[in-house]
């Protein structure tokens, strides 16, 4: 049956047709007419077959994505055009799946596109979330949270119809699995991403996202990451992690047994990826399980070691995670001797207490579990990979040199290129033909346009385009102004003091008050923020609240005003990614050397056109390395320089603050009458405390390079044609960044599925 039929069938269904439907009840039969047709398709095959475990998939808004990977998207585009309208409008009535929040999650999601893209037998395993991480309220200045509710009786996700019993202390808890299909691009396979849920799961709070963190059986999978500032939600965390590894570890078994092989096979035809240390608990719960049936400890904690891998996503404490063994013992009685056996046993290899699993305290280290009983280790991007064999796994990576690799991350060209920037892609093809879609590396060939003015005019007249696109989406999606010819400067990731949006703010005030003083720049500049903050980190969210109130401060001064604006995008998400990086000029990469692991944003930002403006951290070392250092604007202090600060403990803010007297003059401003009228009293003062007695992350250390760096990208910016060949490298330099790459690499080198 072709699409077309299949549309119309299903809008029959719903008593309509493709004439007279309404646009969400076009969005329900077209999802119905491809979730029918993804789940008519055959599953990638091989002898090898890879589980992806990670806490969080950022899947983002499915039906572009996948009527793309299906070879679908202009035949829809068409349908829908004679009905009068456009895939863009049908798509609005999309919820976004609440089922991660940041980079991981958004990483994981690009891996299993490309997984499935590249013909591999892979799925991912992940818990079912029903209210996401929270919605963000910010019409107070200061982050509320709220439920996220995403599913509805038309949904991507369908009933596996299966469950799996999962021995908590308390008792059996049943572990119902639901699918989201994967399609591949361009070769008629699926794979799919499992997610378990609760049988019975507890409805949204009525105000706010406060709920019984006890309630284990209802609660389990309402919220992602739920607040663990308490040791109820700390224990919650141990709960989701035990439900979705036990159940994911069953799974396992039982597909391996309905192929044919024996438990002691698990090793030649399993690949199990522990994304970061959420699902560490994978390890004892298959070694659990293969005693079960009869294998020997040793021999299967053999087997599980050749059967897992593990990626480390940064050297930050909460990602490193540690869990007092009561916890375990509580939660997960079964697996609780078995790592106290796999502790002996590492012990047995290596007797430094620094490479434990179960420290002197009794508190486990899931990161040196992983380690210990995975047969490969690896970092995701070149520096942060260095950092971990040299500084942050030393021991480990001594113990075991063969295990460690580096895979530095990508992103799926097909929506971040393809699926949102739809001009540039067919500027791209129309020179260079549709190879890159895939074979990213292919967009090297770009570089042989640098001296071709209608390709370079292009580059500059599809960013404005899509200026003018984002214009138009705030106005009617946040009530927000924006000048569509200014510079947009975009800084759009998770809210935390490492990524240092704070720095950003820093700036704003120095812009501010130049301005106040008469030197306006030569362009209008428009400051474009985008971030969620953990619920319970409260200087994330006071740095929230100080950038709002600093929105509020600008807009409401004449003078300042058609000068600079800042924006703040509430409840920032996939969606809203989706209108901002293609838009971007200015792509704000700013962490503190050392603490970003690799970053994917800088990624998306750069095959959009953007370029960017960033410190030697993460995957900027590699961009910067492509590019070239021309077409980056670095600025701060090396790795080794932060570092080094740390172990000598001789930072201190406060001598920055009193030795730069115009730094001075920006922090008071966050104290200031006429900021405290426009935010909350707390946030502001709190903010403008931990700069000068903390700073943790060093903004003041590298805030003066910082300024100086924007103000000579800023000034570049007016040189058009200049800049549009720093954009034509940025794209064409991207290729390397593709997910495609990064998943061929893990299959050449650690999975082995090919």
């Not at 096979?265 to 522990?274: F, G, N, S, T, Y």
């Not at 106290?340 to 620094?354: M, V």
């Not at 990979?385 to 001594?398: C, D, H, K, M, N």
Request: net charge negative; with cysteine; hydrophobic share 45%.
């Amino acid at each position: 049956m072709d699409f077309e039929s299949r549309l119309g069938d299903a809008l029959a269904d719903m008593g309509t047709s493709l004439e007279a439907a309404s646009k969400q009840q076009l969005f329900c039969a077209l999802l119905r007419a491809t979730r029918d047709l993804e789940l008519e398709m055959a599953p990638a095959a091989g002898d090898r077959k890879l589980y992806y475990f990670s806490a969080e998939f950022l899947v983002g808004r499915l039906l572009r994505a996948n009527l793309i990977n299906l070879g679908l998207a202009d035949e829809v585009e068409a349908l829908l055009a004679r009905r009068g309208t456009s895939l863009a409008e049908v798509e609005d009535c999309e919820p976004e799946p609440s089922l991660g929040n940041g980079g991981l999650g958004r990483l994981a999601a690009c891996f299993l596109d490309s997984i499935a893209s590249l013909g591999l037998p892979g799925d991912g395993v992940g818990l079912n979330y029903h209210y996401g991480l929270f919605r963000q309220d910010l019409s107070e200045g200061v982050q509320r949270e709220e439920p996220n509710p995403w599913i509805a009786p038309d949904s991507w996700l369908v009933d596996a119809q299966r469950s799996f019993s999962v021995p908590f202390g308390f008792g059996d808890l049943e572990a119902r699995m639901y699918d989201i299909e994967v399609p591949g691009y361009g070769n008629g396979t699926v794979n799919r991403l499992h997610l378990f849920d609760v049988a019975d799961p507890a409805p949204a709070p009525e105000h706010g996202i406060a709920f019984d963190k006890g309630d284990v059986r209802s609660c389990l999978t309402s919220f992602l990451y739920p607040d663990d500032s308490d040791e109820a939600g700390r224990l919650l965390r141990v709960y989701q992690q035990y439900f979705m590894v036990s159940a994911g570890a069953q799974l396992i078994l039982a597909e391996l047994e309905e192929r044919g092989f024996a438990p002691e096979e698990l090793d030649r035809h399993v690949a199990v990826h522990i994304n970061d240390t959420h699902p560490s608990m994978v390890i004892p719960e298959l070694v659990r399980l293969l005693v079960e049936r009869g294998v020997a400890f040793e021999d299967a904690a053999g087997i599980v070691e050749r059967t897992c891998a593990y990626a480390n996503h940064t050297i930050l404490a909460e990602a490193l995670e540690t869990w007092p063994m009561w916890y375990i013992e509580r939660v997960a009685p079964g697996i609780a001797p078995v790592i106290r056996q796999l502790d002996a046993l590492a012990r047995t290899r290596c007797a430094d207490d620094a490479v434990a699993i179960v420290d002197a305290a009794d508190v486990v280290h899931m990161a040196n579990m992983d380690v210990h009983f995975s047969h490969a280790v690896n970092g995701v991007a070149a520096l942060h990979t260095q950092i971990l064999v040299t500084s942050e796994l030393r021991p480990l990576a001594e113990l075991y040199p063969e295990k460690f690799s580096n895979k530095t991350n990508g992103i799926t060209f097909r929506r971040w290129l393809m699926g949102c920037n739809q001009p540039l892609a067919d500027h791209i093809t129309a020179a260079i033909g549709d190879g890159w879609k895939r074979d990213a590396s292919r967009l090297e060939e770009l570089l042989a346009l640098r001296g071709d003015d209608s390709f370079v005019r292009g580059l500059l007249d599809i960013k404005q385009r899509n200026k003018f696109s984002l214009t138009a989406w705030l106005r009617a999606e946040k009530n927000v102004e924006v000048d569509p010819h200014s510079v947009f400067d975009v800084q759009v990731k998770r809210m935390h003091q490492y990524k240092r949006q704070q720095m950003n703010a820093l700036y704003a005030i120095w812009k501010y008050l130049q301005i106040k003083r008469g030197n306006v720049p030569n362009r209008p500049l428009t400051m474009v923020f985008g971030a969620k903050a953990a619920p319970a980190y409260e200087l994330a969210k006071d740095t929230i609240a100080l950038l709002l109130a600093l929105s509020r401060l600008f807009g409401d001064d004449p003078e300042v005003a058609p000068w600079l604006r800042l924006v703040f995008v509430e409840n920032y998400n996939v969606t809203a990614a989706e209108h901002l990086i293609p838009a971007a000029d200015v792509s704000e990469q700013i962490s503190l050397a050392s603490k970003e692991a690799s970053g994917t944003s800088n990624m998306k930002f750069m095959a959009n056109g953007a370029v960017t403006l960033g410190t030697l951290d993460g995957a900027n070392v590699e961009i910067a390395d492509l590019v070239g250092r021309e077409n980056i604007y670095l600025f701060g202090r090396s790795s080794e320089d932060v570092i080094g600060l740390y172990e000598r403990g001789d930072y201190r803010p406060w001598d920055v603050w009193q030795a730069d007297g115009e730094l001075s003059e920006v922090l008071d401003l966050i104290v200031s009458p006429e900021l405290l009228a426009r935010g909350d009293a707390g946030c502001l003062t709190r903010v403008y405390r931990d700069f000068i007695a903390k700073d943790w992350f060093m903004a003041l250390l590298d805030a003066r390079d910082y300024v100086v760096t924007k103000e000579r990208c800023l000034a570049d910016y007016e040189d058009r044609g200049a800049w549009a060949q720093k954009m034509l490298a940025n794209v064409a330099r991207s290729g390397f960044f593709s997910s495609d790459r990064t998943i061929r690499e893990y299959d050449r080198d650690i999975w082995h599925l090919a």
